[in-house]
């Protein structure tokens, strides 16, 4: 499989960053990228411990208790959806303004909040002629770039009641792939919240390419929840959660409440994703966020955000899916490492290197067979098994060039193969997760 095609499957199925934990190396494939096992496989047997009393807690928690984990959140992020925040091209104003009275309210009781807001393109096609989300890429990076002063304009006036300061941040899957640029992002977060300013976070459309933009902000929202450290995230759309079948197509389709673990059968009843309407995400991209938050230590909430005063519904009860956090958040570095979505190569793997993996070692010369794609050193690369599948990602630390000439060799045959003593692995356990 060409690297261009594997890169575009780690960006668009939404399965990418949920199933990225642990792996070490760069490396690139002509074998399709299969992600066999749903769940993370751990770097060590204690960690496999862990992970199984996580999947027993989050199954034993109620929907109720969810919501009130939720609703009680230390930091929690809000995704609003564009059919939310726009009525054909215009803004939802007297929706904003009970959504600003619940964002004041939480405030208030010492919640801190982040709002991803989809809606830029939404606000912005109608000054370009456009009746509709226009299909081209440039196109709707130009509406972008006109909507989302339309869009920062509507929050501002509907905050400024309450004397609530915000602040825009444009963000692309490359600011939070790249280990600097996504400290500062969260860096310029924490800041902001330290000053009791309202982060409203988007993507950067007008300049994401079609290969590296995330396509939705489900999955944005998720992705910046797990950065910010947050144990809430509430996805409002225009659904009202998860059921076993499409309720438009299927009258006996059942609602669910809670889902304490997401399975094939759960992604399954996602269905496709959505091709019509305002947004571009739909249900399946709900689910592929909720992988990445509940992996990150954050309850994640889907609901019918269309009537005003979305919060205080919730809180008296509204119905919505849950999926409760599975654990205590995961190490910063290894969750940044999870949830990268765009490998620039990758390292094939002999059976005894990924054993060694599974049992905690870092990824030494000597257990890589081939070297595929052109990276530099700190970039990411995933990892191929003996039998051709997926089975996890890493930082390296060397380039392309330098791991295909130590592939097979030990450490110390490096000062002679290179011409000076190298680093102490290809890729480090710290710098690794598995599938």
């Known amino acids: 499989m060409p690297l261009q095609r594997i890169l575009s499957w780690f960006g668009k199925t939404g399965k990418g960053p949920a199933s990225l934990p642990r792996a070490r190396g760069n490396v690139e494939t002509d074998a399709p990228p299969r992600h066999e096992a749903r769940t993370v496989a751990a770097d060590s047997i204690d960690e496999a411990d ?7 807690s989050a199954a034993a928690i109620t929907a109720e208790e969810a919501r009130r984990g939720l609703l009680g959140a230390r930091r929690l992020v809000i995704k609003v959806g564009s059919a939310l925040i726009a009525e054909g091209t215009a803004p939802r104003r007297l929706w904003l303004r009970g959504l600003a009275a619940d964002i004041n309210r939480w405030r208030r009781n010492g919640t801190q909040i982040v709002i991803v807001s989809s809606g830029a393109v939404a606000l912005g096609q109608s000054a370009l002629g456009f009746a509709g989300r226009p299909e081209r890429l440039e196109d709707a990076q130009a509406a972008a770039s006109i909507g989302q002063l339309a869009l920062m304009e509507a929050f501002q006036h509907s905050l400024k009641r309450y004397d609530v300061t915000a602040a825009q941040l444009l963000l692309t899957i490359g600011d939070l792939e790249d280990r600097p640029r996504y400290l500062n992002a969260r860096q310029t977060i924490e800041a902001l919240l330290a000053r009791d300013i309202l982060p409203i976070v988007n993507e950067n459309d007008t ?52 889902v304490p673990v ?28 909720a992988r990445i938050a509940v992996a990150a230590g954050c309850t994640l909430a889907i609901m ?24 205590d958040p995961l190490n910063v570095r290894k969750q940044w490492i999870r949830g990268l979505m765009a490998p620039a190569g990758f390292l094939h793997m002999d059976a005894g290197a990924l054993d060694a993996l599974k049992r905690g070692a870092s990824l030494l010369p000597a257990g890589v067979t081939d070297v595929e794609g052109g990276f530099a050193r700190g970039d990411l690369v995933a990892f191929i098994g003996a039998d051709g599948r997926l089975v996890g990602q890493g930082l390296s630390a060397y380039s392309s060039g330098e791991a295909g000439r130590i592939r097979g060799h030990q450490l110390s045959d490096i000062p002679d193969i290179l011409g000076y ?9 710290d710098d690794l997760v598995l599938f």
Not at 238 to 253: E, I, N, Q, S, W
């Open 262 to 289: 997401i399975t094939d059968e759960i992604e399954a009843m996602a269905g496709p994703p959505a091709v019509s309407g305002l947004g571009s995400g739909g249900m399946v991209t709900k689910v592929a966020a």
């Open 421 to 429: 003593v190298g680093r102490s692995a290809l890729v480090h356990r």
């Open 304 to 327: 019918n955000g269309r009537s005003g005063r979305p919060l205080n519904r919730l809180d008296r009860g509204e119905r919505a899916t849950f999926f409760p956090a599975s654990g």
């Open 207 to 258: 300049v994401a390419t079609s290969e590296l933009r995330f396509g939705d902000n489900d999955r944005l929202a998720a992705r910046v929840a797990q950065m910010a450290g947050a144990d809430g995230l509430l996805l409002l759309s225009d659904v009202d959660g998860l059921y076993t079948a499409d309720p438009r197509h299927d009258p006996g389709a059942d609602f669910l409440d809670i």
């Open 50 to 56: 862990a992970a199984a009393s996580d999947a027993a």
